[in-house]
């Protein structure tokens, strides 16, 4: 980037020619420099195309690093809690990343692309400490971020665009996989990924065949609902998943300024994804001492009574006859698919268990006034959204 | 003759809020200043035309938005307007520059380096861990360790409470940054020289040290902890130039009945019995109380305005010893309109912020191994801001005024006085420097001022024109500032205290320690306290 | 398994005798493996030339603790003790300095001189208790640690409020100002600054300047002697005693790697093949060495690693050594001063003037000097009538900017002996043969990263707590079974065996309650 560029404002994703198409609101927030939209149409309407038919999500601002070399497993493996070596070639894992006390820096996707080549997807970057636990690895660390555009293509008639857009075996990609194919002499990689806990897939392309891409695709879900998505949408989908945001529902570790404020993979209920059979891994030893001792912090995921939206409450537990304060939520919504009124928190142990019944203090303002209510709330496993379709392989045509 | 509840010594920032703090609590105060204009080195002064120069400090954040609030400075004309952004331009030919925007400051970082665009993000969480650490204890008296007092074993178990709330690991990593230099602190998180040395200029500004002296990372923690609205780090303009800081302080002074004396400064402090009785003017008035308040630097204070018999043999050497080294100059620009500086994209917003012309660490220890040679850096560290950019009240409309920090400057040249040949070759040496990278920058200069240490030592009286009074290293900081054993702001002799910068927390305009002097005195006079605590900040 | 040993010990340097001969005594079962022919480490006497020798590295002890003396019943025999110091004057006008005072002083100075080697002793007393105890963990820790700090706070206030104030006030500060508040002489200036600077990067008027200086005098109050027959004198010695103690020691087996099994070390593979198995492995070589090529990286966390590769071991002093077919002349010196000290450091500006090159990669052109002449006293390391010179020659940086080839060896070497030349005119008519060991040198033959002495930098900021870095202060790495021994973790390096004892005490600890 020159030194003129630097200071020309927001930054356009390769899909930017397409999409200004669509926008009709011209609402837009700052994703690592670049103008990602909020909503293009309506966030409710874009939210149902995901539910309902397929909504199309640029991905592109996302930060990517290409890793290869001799050591790229090696690495990756030391690098995150999950067991690396269990993601073959043609499979994508998703990971949390720790600094040495255990604490989440981040979480990914890692696309294992080719034998011994992966694609660490993230939202954040981290650059500086990927170089960092790269210090004895024979490993390259590429940033490719402006070098591969990408698009999440998410919702029950996505399997179809996919087949309309001539995939040839798609039928036979299941979650967590991805495949190579070819589009316009380039190559286009889908994975069967995404951030909405519905069927759907993510593009990954050479910038320069974006646009066609684009095309291609709204000629593929022309008589299937397609329709762009903005940053609204895909939010809600991601809390009815129960999916993790940085800065929501965890702040990356080496950004907290005060003690206490970030969180280890147990308290973020990731305990699945930290695989103690590896003899070394970042944070490790420190979360081989919180599992001995007990975390102090705990994800929940709550259904709330009532239909008032729980943004920014106080979690209480009835202890004695009195309420304590335990925490506080970190996302909330109505669920518009569920008719549930559903949240993210952050409790502290040993409160939240399933099943356990919770108080959140709700304040919700209608017409100037504020109101406040105590809603009772029961900590449920596993997402609020979940459907089948999701998993099936193949999926169901539409 | 009329007898003062106290007397204020010098109407820099810190003695006018000290006084206006003592006002405020009911007491009937002079504050004395030797200039006939206010402000020491908190100043504007018409010194060409309609200019207006900030001609000593020129930037402000590290001044107590508590004490602002508490002395309602704002109904006296004060007005810190925030700017932003900074760049460095480089020997070839690029620069490197930072924004108020955070995307736009990673880009800028990323075309210099990707690795350290990115480590700048654990490099302010760093820091500003450090700011949150300090900043709790920027209005608190600090506590003496080697006493069994309530209040200081209560002191002192508040900051080590504060510490150990870090948790054990930025514990440790909290006593290496108090301890590194600041080269070796920006060496753990970055490559880029030209971004290291853009950054290092914080850790000497004012400090008769080299960015690869111990103790350098605390003081670029001291450039870092004040903030502009909460806004931590940030630094602003006063408006109307550094002044109107003095001015408003001065207006909430005279606003709670307290009088000021300017034109004669004080020649002696009049102690009888081991107490103090007042000041002798150098006019030949006396004036009269039983409490004197220094906002003098300590030097300056005991060895030129007492008597030394009055003081304690070791005090007295202590004092003597105490570190106050001038290391820097300034010089003050009047502009016909604004210079261009070809390398920058046109109208670029970084002109708002400050400008550098080192682009290494070699180059910045090099302008510091000058100063160690008694003379003036060759090649020195300029933080050059151009207020009327922001602040149109400094210079008529389409000129400008323009500040320029030079880092060294040495208080003698090779022990000797300055000449005004040598002066005047100082300022040369700067404005070429300047020149370099602005082609039309000298054509358009309409009136230079050349300050050395010499020349802020005459006018705003600091000893050795250290903008500190008195260096920031680890032995003149909490509790050993300036002196162990006085570091609660009372003097070696009954009713005498001091204010000033040479005090906890020490220098910037901040008048921390004008609030916390003020404290202590009301205190000792089992007065109600009017001075605020910290605002905390959870 | 039959042949696993409790303990091996890398590197049998000084420290790494001690931490060996300790845990031997304390009934485990040791292997001490050396990478050279001889042991000794940086700490050996070896020959440089047809019949001379020379303490290599180190040449003088000062720090040697007398609790590692105590605990292995060692005695060290030395040729010369409590030696003077000769800070030399071009014009012949020496000063002779020993024990807080001097010849040729001032009242003024002699006054000062006594009472800044009183303050320092004092200080340097309080000190030295810390040197010889693990650094006590700030947070998390045991009862131990809590007792400790608590000590520490104790200790300070016993020193009298005054005093205490004094020590808070000088522990951060610079020997340069204290120096410039105290004398006027200006050789005794140089030559206070220059004992508070040797064997690290910083000038005297970088602050941590009178850490430094209080560490040097924190072992038998700089009392400086030299062992009978050279260093290899001190480590023969214990090298003795760790064999008789039941350790068995195995010279010219360079380790190649530490073996780490299922996240825990569990011994080492020899250069030549061979694997020995223990429970334990501590390391006597310097800890970014140790994590970096011997454990390597990816036995170990991110943070760890990023701490250790940001330990500055950026060495600064060379070694010269001359083999002299007789004692040179210098004007004002008497023959009999060749068995003390000799600076070459006249003043405190020109210490400090010496040091600037460093910071940007050139060696000093009039670099300071730390001169004896061992065969003085001691004829085993000369031919009779013949001489050796040994002397510390500062500021000569690791990282030299065009790097060190032997041209700028040599360039090194013709700054030092132009330098004692301006003492000793006829120096070079004397020389019969020379060697100059430069920080990349000395990183090579004795395999210290960055030839640092202190196996890493000496200063406020990598000590105690954070020695060698933040979290692993305790001897035990975080990687089980690894524990490291020498000059790199506290309280830093110089003959003392202060970490080589702790180490041991902390591994005879830990592994009783593991």
């Given at each position: 980037?020159?030194a003129?560029e630097?200071e020309?404002g927001?930054?356009r994703?390769?899909?930017?020619?397409?999409t200004?198409a669509?926008?009709r609101?011209?609402?837009?927030?700052d994703w690592?420099?670049?103008?990602?939209?909020?909503a293009?149409?309506?966030?409710?309407?874009?939210y149902f195309?995901?539910?309902?038919?397929?909504?199309?999500f640029?991905?592109?601002?996302m930060?990517k690093?290409?890793?290869s070399g001799?050591d790229s497993?090696?690495f990756?493996?030391?690098?995150?809690?999950r067991?690396m070596?269990?993601i073959r070639?043609g499979?994508?894992?998703?990971?949390?990343?720790?600094?040495d006390q255990g604490?989440v820096?981040?979480?990914g996707?890692i696309f294992?692309l080719?034998d011994g080549?992966y694609?660490?997807?993230?939202?954040?970057r981290?650059?500086a400490?990927f170089t960092?636990a790269?210090?004895g690895?024979?490993v390259?660390?590429?940033?490719e971020?402006?070098?591969?555009?990408?698009?999440?293509?998410q919702?029950?008639?996505?399997?179809?665009?996919?087949?309309n857009?001539?995939l040839?075996g798609?039928?036979?990609l299941?979650?967590f996989g991805?495949?190579?194919?070819?589009?316009?002499?380039?190559?286009l990689?889908?994975?069967r990924?995404?951030?909405?806990?519905?069927?759907?897939?993510e593009?990954?392309?050479a910038p320069?065949?974006?646009?066609?891409l684009w095309?291609?695709?709204?000629e593929?879900?022309k008589?299937?609902?397609?329709?762009?998505?903005?940053?609204?949408?895909?939010e809600m989908?991601?809390?009815e998943a129960?999916?993790?945001a940085?800065?929501l529902e965890f702040i990356?570790?080496?950004e907290?300024?005060?003690?206490?404020?970030?969180?280890?993979p147990?308290e973020?209920?990731?305990?699945?994804?930290?695989d103690?059979?590896k003899?070394?891994f970042?944070?490790r030893?420190?979360?081989?001492d919180?599992?001995r001792?007990?975390?102090?912090?705990?994800l929940v995921k709550?259904d709330?009574?009532g239909?008032k939206?729980?943004?920014?409450s106080?979690v209480y537990?009835?202890?004695?006859?009195r309420?304590?304060?335990?925490?506080f939520?970190t996302?909330?919504?109505?669920?518009?698919?569920?008719?549930q009124?559903?949240?993210?928190?952050s409790?502290?142990?040993?409160h939240?268990?399933p099943?356990?019944?919770?108080?959140?203090e709700i304040?919700?303002?209608r017409?100037?006034?504020w109101?406040?209510?105590?809603?009772?709330?029961t900590v449920?496993d596993?997402?609020?959204?979940?459907p089948?379709?999701?998993?099936?392989?193949?999926?169901?045509p539409? | 003759m009329?007898?003062y509840?106290?007397i204020?010594?010098?109407?820099?920032?810190?003695?006018?809020?000290n006084?206006?703090?003592l006002?405020?609590?009911g007491?009937?105060v002079?504050?004395?200043?030797?200039?006939?204009?206010?402000?020491?080195a908190?100043?504007?002064?018409?010194?060409?035309k309609d200019?207006?120069?900030?001609n000593?400090?020129?930037v402000?954040?590290?001044?107590r938005p508590e004490?602002f609030?508490a002395?309602?400075l704002?109904?006296?004309g004060?007005?810190v307007?925030?700017?932003?952004?900074?760049?460095t331009?480089?020997?070839?030919?690029?620069?490197?520059?930072?924004y108020?925007?955070?995307?736009?400051?990673?880009?800028e970082?990323?075309r210099?380096?990707k690795h350290?665009?990115?480590?700048?993000?654990?490099y302010?969480?760093?820091?500003m861990?450090q700011?949150?650490f300090?900043r709790?204890?920027?209005?608190t008296?600090?506590p003496d360790?080697?006493?069994?007092?309530?209040?200081d074993?209560r002191?002192?178990?508040?900051?080590g409470?504060k510490f150990?709330?870090?948790?054990e690991?930025r514990?440790?990593?909290?006593i290496?940054?108090?301890?590194?230099?600041v080269?070796?602190?920006?060496?753990?998180?970055f490559?880029?020289d030209?971004i290291?040395a853009?950054?290092?200029g914080s850790?000497i500004?004012g400090t008769?040290?080299?960015?690869?002296?111990?103790?350098?990372a605390y003081?670029l923690l001291?450039?870092?902890?004040?903030?502009?609205d909460?806004n931590?780090?940030?630094?602003g303009?006063?408006?109307?130039?550094?002044?109107?800081?003095a001015d408003?302080?001065c207006g909430?002074f005279?606003?709670?009945?307290?009088?000021?004396r300017?034109?004669?400064?004080v020649?002696?402090?009049?102690?009888?019995?081991?107490?103090v009785?007042?000041?002798a003017?150098?006019n030949?008035d006396e004036i009269?109380?039983?409490?004197v308040?220094?906002g003098?630097d300590?030097?300056?204070?005991?060895?030129?305005c007492m008597d030394?018999?009055?003081l304690d043999?070791?005090?007295?050497?202590?004092?003597?010893?105490?570190?106050?080294?001038?290391?820097s100059?300034?010089?003050?620009?009047?502009?016909d309109?604004?210079p261009?500086?070809p390398?920058?994209?046109?109208?670029?917003p970084?002109?708002d912020?400050?400008?550098?012309?080192i682009d290494?660490?070699?180059r910045m220890?090099?302008?510091y191994?000058?100063?160690?040679?008694g003379?003036?850096s060759?090649?020195?560290?300029?933080?050059?801001?151009?207020?009327?950019f922001?602040?149109?009240?400094?210079?008529?409309?389409g000129?400008?005024?323009?500040?320029c920090?030079?880092?060294?400057c040495?208080p003698?040249?090779e022990?000797?006085?300055?000449t005004?040949?040598?002066?005047?070759?100082?300022?040369?040496t700067?404005?070429?420097q300047?020149?370099?990278?602005?082609?039309d920058?000298?054509d358009l200069?309409?009136h230079?001022?050349?300050?050395t240490?010499k020349?802020i030592?005459n006018?705003?009286g600091?000893?050795?024109?250290?903008?500190?009074?008195?260096e920031l290293?680890m032995?003149?900081?909490?509790?050993?500032?300036?002196?162990p054993?006085?570091a609660?702001?009372?003097?070696?002799?009954a009713?005498?205290?001091?204010c000033?910068s040479?005090?906890?927390?020490?220098?910037?305009v901040?008048?921390?320690p004008?609030?916390?002097?003020?404290?202590e005195?009301?205190?000792?006079?089992?007065?109600s306290?009017?001075v605020?605590?910290n605002f905390?900040?959870? | 398994?039959?042949?696993?040993?409790?303990?091996?010990?890398?590197g049998a340097?000084h420290n790494?005798l001690v931490?060996?001969?300790l845990l031997?005594k304390?009934?485990?079962?040791?292997?001490?493996?050396e990478?050279?022919?001889?042991?000794?480490g940086?700490?050996?006497?070896?020959k440089?030339?047809?019949?001379?020798s020379v303490s290599a590295?180190?040449?003088?002890?000062?720090?040697?603790?007398p609790?590692?003396?105590?605990?292995?019943?060692l005695?060290?025999?030395?040729?010369?003790?409590d030696?003077a110091?000769?800070?030399?004057?071009?014009?012949?006008q020496?000063?002779?300095?020993r024990n807080g005072?001097?010849?040729?002083?001032?009242?003024?100075?002699?006054?000062?001189?006594?009472?800044?080697?009183?303050r320092?002793a004092r200080f340097s007393?309080?000190?030295?208790?810390?040197?010889n105890?693990t650094p006590?963990?700030?947070?998390?820790g045991?009862?131990?640690d809590?007792?400790t700090?608590?000590?520490?706070g104790?200790?300070m206030?016993r020193?009298?409020?005054?005093?205490?104030?004094a020590?808070?006030r000088l522990?951060g500060?610079?020997i340069y100002d204290?120096?410039e508040?105290r004398?006027e002489n200006?050789?005794?200036?140089?030559a206070?600054?220059?004992?508070?600077v040797?064997?690290?990067?910083?000038g005297p008027?970088?602050?941590?300047?009178?850490?430094?200086?209080?560490?040097?005098?924190?072992?038998?109050?700089?009392?400086?002697?030299?062992?009978?027959?050279g260093?290899s004198g001190v480590?023969?010695?214990?090298?003795?005693?760790?064999?008789?103690?039941?350790?068995?020691?195995?010279?010219?087996m360079p380790?190649?790697?530490?073996?780490v099994?299922?996240?825990?070390?569990?011994?080492?593979?020899?250069?030549n093949?061979?694997?020995?198995?223990?429970?334990?492995?501590?390391s006597n070589?310097?800890p970014?060495?140790?994590?970096?090529?011997?454990v390597?990286p990816r036995y170990?966390e991110?943070?760890?690693?990023?701490r250790?590769?940001?330990?500055?071991m950026r060495?600064?002093?060379?070694k010269?050594?001359?083999?002299?077919?007789?004692?040179?002349?210098?004007?004002?010196?008497?023959?009999?001063?060749?068995a003390?000290?000799?600076l070459?450091?006249?003043d405190a500006d020109?210490?400090?003037r010496?040091?600037?090159?460093?910071?940007y990669?050139?060696?000093?052109?009039d670099?300071?000097?730390?001169?004896?002449?061992p065969?003085?006293?001691d004829?085993?390391?000369?031919?009779?009538?013949?001489h050796?010179l040994?002397a510390i020659?500062?500021y000569?940086?690791?990282?030299?900017?065009?790097?060190?080839?032997?041209a700028?060896?040599?360039?090194?070497?013709?700054?030092?002996?132009d330098?004692i030349a301006a003492?000793?005119?006829?120096?070079?008519?004397?020389?019969?043969?020379?060697?100059?060991?430069?920080p990349?040198?000395l990183?090579?033959?004795?395999?210290?990263?960055?030839?640092?002495?202190h196996?890493?930098?000496?200063?406020?900021?990598a000590?105690l707590?954070?020695?060698p870095?933040?979290?692993?202060?305790q001897?035990?790495?975080?990687?089980?079974?690894?524990?490291?021994c020498?000059?790199?973790?506290?309280?830093?390096?110089?003959?003392?065996g202060?970490?080589g004892r702790?180490?041991?005490?902390a591994i005879?600890?830990r592994?009783?309650?593991?």
């Amino acid at each position: 980037m020159s030194a003129f560029e630097v200071e020309q404002g927001k930054l356009r994703t390769p899909f930017w020619p397409k999409t200004r198409a669509f926008d009709r609101l011209s609402e837009s927030h700052d994703w690592k420099g670049y103008a990602s939209a909020d909503a293009y149409l309506e966030g409710g309407l874009e939210y149902f195309a995901i539910r309902n038919s397929t909504g199309v999500f640029d991905l592109s601002p996302m930060t990517k690093y290409r890793i290869s070399g001799p050591d790229s497993l090696a690495f990756l493996d030391r690098l995150v809690t999950r067991d690396m070596k269990k993601i073959r070639p043609g499979r994508v894992a998703y990971a949390v990343w720790c600094d040495d006390q255990g604490q989440v820096i981040d979480d990914g996707t890692i696309f294992h692309l080719r034998d011994g080549e992966y694609r660490v997807c993230s939202q954040e970057r981290h650059l500086a400490w990927f170089t960092a636990a790269a210090i004895g690895f024979d490993v390259t660390i590429d940033e490719e971020t402006t070098r591969v555009a990408a698009l999440a293509v998410q919702g029950p008639t996505s399997f179809s665009v996919m087949q309309n857009l001539g995939l040839d075996g798609i039928e036979n990609l299941k979650m967590f996989g991805l495949m190579h194919f070819d589009f316009h002499g380039e190559e286009l990689m889908v994975s069967r990924t995404g951030f909405t806990g519905d069927l759907g897939y993510e593009l990954w392309i050479a910038p320069g065949k974006a646009e066609a891409l684009w095309d291609a695709l709204f000629e593929a879900g022309k008589f299937l609902g397609i329709r762009p998505i903005g940053t609204y949408a895909l939010e809600m989908a991601r809390i009815e998943a129960g999916y993790l945001a940085p800065y929501l529902e965890f702040i990356p570790a080496e950004e907290t300024v005060r003690t206490g404020r970030s969180r280890s993979p147990f308290e973020l209920g990731l305990d699945w994804l930290v695989d103690f059979s590896k003899p070394v891994f970042n944070g490790r030893r420190a979360l081989a001492d919180e599992q001995r001792r007990g975390s102090t912090w705990r994800l929940v995921k709550l259904d709330i009574e009532g239909n008032k939206e729980a943004h920014h409450s106080y979690v209480y537990a009835r202890k004695g006859g009195r309420m304590i304060n335990i925490g506080f939520i970190t996302s909330a919504m109505w669920s518009p698919v569920c008719k549930q009124n559903i949240a993210l928190g952050s409790v502290k142990t040993p409160h939240g268990k399933p099943g356990d019944t919770l108080w959140v203090e709700i304040y919700y303002q209608r017409e100037m006034h504020w109101s406040r209510v105590m809603a009772k709330a029961t900590v449920v496993d596993g997402p609020f959204w979940d459907p089948p379709r999701r998993r099936a392989t193949p999926p169901a045509p539409a | 003759m009329k007898t003062y509840d106290a007397i204020v010594v010098g109407a820099g920032h810190n003695g006018l809020a000290n006084a206006a703090f003592l006002a405020k609590a009911g007491l009937d105060v002079v504050c004395i200043e030797k200039n006939d204009y206010i402000g020491g080195a908190t100043v504007s002064r018409n010194l060409y035309k309609d200019w207006y120069y900030s001609n000593c400090s020129y930037v402000c954040s590290l001044l107590r938005p508590e004490i602002f609030r508490a002395l309602e400075l704002h109904k006296h004309g004060l007005q810190v307007t925030p700017y932003g952004g900074s760049c460095t331009f480089m020997e070839n030919g690029d620069y490197y520059a930072s924004y108020p925007d955070h995307e736009v400051t990673y880009r800028e970082m990323a075309r210099h380096s990707k690795h350290d665009a990115d480590a700048y993000v654990r490099y302010s969480a760093d820091v500003m861990r450090q700011c949150r650490f300090i900043r709790d204890f920027l209005l608190t008296t600090p506590p003496d360790p080697t006493s069994l007092k309530p209040k200081d074993l209560r002191n002192l178990a508040k900051i080590g409470g504060k510490f150990f709330e870090m948790g054990e690991d930025r514990m440790y990593e909290t006593i290496r940054f108090w301890t590194m230099s600041v080269a070796e602190y920006l060496d753990e998180y970055f490559e880029s020289d030209v971004i290291k040395a853009s950054l290092s200029g914080s850790g000497i500004i004012g400090t008769a040290l080299g960015i690869h002296s111990p103790g350098t990372a605390y003081v670029l923690l001291h450039h870092y902890m004040g903030d502009v609205d909460g806004n931590v780090g940030a630094w602003g303009y006063a408006r109307g130039g550094m002044g109107a800081v003095a001015d408003a302080l001065c207006g909430a002074f005279q606003g709670y009945g307290g009088e000021l004396r300017a034109g004669s400064g004080v020649d002696q402090i009049i102690v009888k019995n081991g107490k103090v009785r007042g000041v002798a003017l150098e006019n030949g008035d006396e004036i009269s109380s039983r409490i004197v308040v220094s906002g003098m630097d300590v030097k300056r204070t005991f060895l030129k305005c007492m008597d030394r018999s009055d003081l304690d043999e070791e005090f007295y050497n202590r004092v003597r010893h105490f570190k106050i080294r001038g290391s820097s100059g300034k010089l003050n620009i009047a502009l016909d309109g604004l210079p261009t500086f070809p390398a920058l994209p046109e109208n670029s917003p970084v002109m708002d912020g400050d400008l550098h012309f080192i682009d290494s660490m070699e180059r910045m220890e090099r302008a510091y191994d000058d100063w160690k040679e008694g003379t003036w850096s060759k090649d020195p560290y300029i933080d050059m801001t151009i207020p009327s950019f922001t602040d149109p009240t400094m210079a008529p409309p389409g000129k400008h005024f323009m500040s320029c920090f030079i880092q060294y400057c040495p208080p003698l040249v090779e022990g000797r006085e300055w000449t005004d040949e040598e002066r005047d070759q100082f300022g040369e040496t700067c404005i070429e420097q300047i020149a370099r990278f602005s082609p039309d920058f000298k054509d358009l200069i309409l009136h230079v001022e050349v300050r050395t240490p010499k020349e802020i030592e005459n006018e705003a009286g600091l000893t050795e024109g250290n903008i500190f009074h008195g260096e920031l290293t680890m032995d003149q900081l909490l509790f050993n500032r300036p002196i162990p054993g006085y570091a609660q702001y009372r003097g070696p002799v009954a009713g005498l205290y001091m204010c000033g910068s040479s005090t906890h927390p020490g220098g910037g305009v901040m008048a921390a320690p004008a609030a916390n002097a003020a404290r202590e005195i009301l205190s000792d006079l089992k007065r109600s306290n009017v001075v605020p605590e910290n605002f905390g900040d959870d | 398994m039959a042949d696993r040993y409790d303990a091996i010990i890398i590197g049998a340097g000084h420290n790494g005798l001690v931490c060996g001969a300790l845990l031997a005594k304390a009934g485990k079962k040791v292997l001490i493996l050396e990478a050279q022919e001889q042991v000794g480490g940086a700490a050996i006497t070896r020959k440089f030339a047809d019949g001379f020798s020379v303490s290599a590295c180190a040449h003088l002890l000062y720090q040697l603790q007398p609790q590692v003396c105590k605990d292995l019943d060692l005695s060290i025999d030395t040729v010369a003790d409590d030696m003077a110091t000769i800070a030399l004057d071009s014009a012949g006008q020496h000063l002779r300095i020993r024990n807080g005072a001097a010849t040729g002083l001032n009242d003024s100075d002699a006054r000062q001189l006594h009472a800044f080697h009183k303050r320092m002793a004092r200080f340097s007393e309080l000190l030295r208790t810390y040197l010889n105890k693990t650094p006590p963990r700030l947070a998390n820790g045991t009862k131990t640690d809590v007792v400790t700090l608590a000590r520490l706070g104790l200790d300070m206030r016993r020193l009298g409020r005054k005093e205490m104030r004094a020590f808070l006030r000088l522990i951060g500060m610079n020997i340069y100002d204290e120096v410039e508040e105290r004398f006027e002489n200006p050789l005794l200036k140089g030559a206070i600054s220059l004992d508070a600077v040797l064997g690290t990067h910083l000038g005297p008027r970088s602050p941590n300047t009178i850490l430094t200086y209080l560490y040097r005098l924190a072992g038998n109050h700089g009392k400086l002697s030299t062992p009978t027959g050279g260093m290899s004198g001190v480590t023969e010695a214990l090298a003795q005693r760790a064999r008789d103690s039941g350790a068995t020691l195995r010279t010219s087996m360079p380790v190649k790697r530490i073996v780490v099994d299922n996240g825990r070390a569990t011994g080492v593979e020899t250069d030549n093949g061979e694997t020995f198995s223990s429970w334990i492995v501590a390391s006597n070589a310097d800890p970014k060495t140790t994590i970096m090529q011997l454990v390597t990286p990816r036995y170990l966390e991110t943070g760890f690693v990023r701490r250790i590769d940001n330990i500055r071991m950026r060495g600064n002093a060379a070694k010269l050594h001359l083999a002299l077919d007789g004692l040179p002349v210098i004007k004002g010196i008497d023959k009999k001063d060749f068995a003390e000290r000799m600076l070459i450091a006249p003043d405190a500006d020109y210490v400090e003037r010496a040091f600037n090159p460093a910071k940007y990669g050139e060696m000093s052109a009039d670099p300071v000097l730390e001169i004896t002449v061992p065969s003085f006293r001691d004829p085993s390391l000369a031919p009779t009538g013949k001489h050796v010179l040994s002397a510390i020659v500062q500021y000569a940086p690791y990282g030299l900017r065009e790097g060190w080839s032997d041209a700028a060896r040599d360039t090194l070497m013709n700054h030092a002996i132009d330098k004692i030349a301006a003492y000793a005119p006829d120096i070079r008519q004397r020389i019969i043969a020379a060697e100059m060991l430069t920080p990349a040198d000395l990183e090579s033959e004795f395999r210290i990263g960055g030839g640092h002495w202190h196996h890493g930098e000496l200063a406020l900021d990598a000590f105690l707590f954070t020695r060698p870095v933040s979290g692993a202060a305790q001897y035990a790495m975080p990687l089980d079974g690894l524990y490291l021994c020498g000059a790199g973790t506290h309280p830093g390096g110089g003959i003392s065996g202060a970490a080589g004892r702790n180490a041991a005490r902390a591994i005879l600890d830990r592994e009783k309650t593991t």
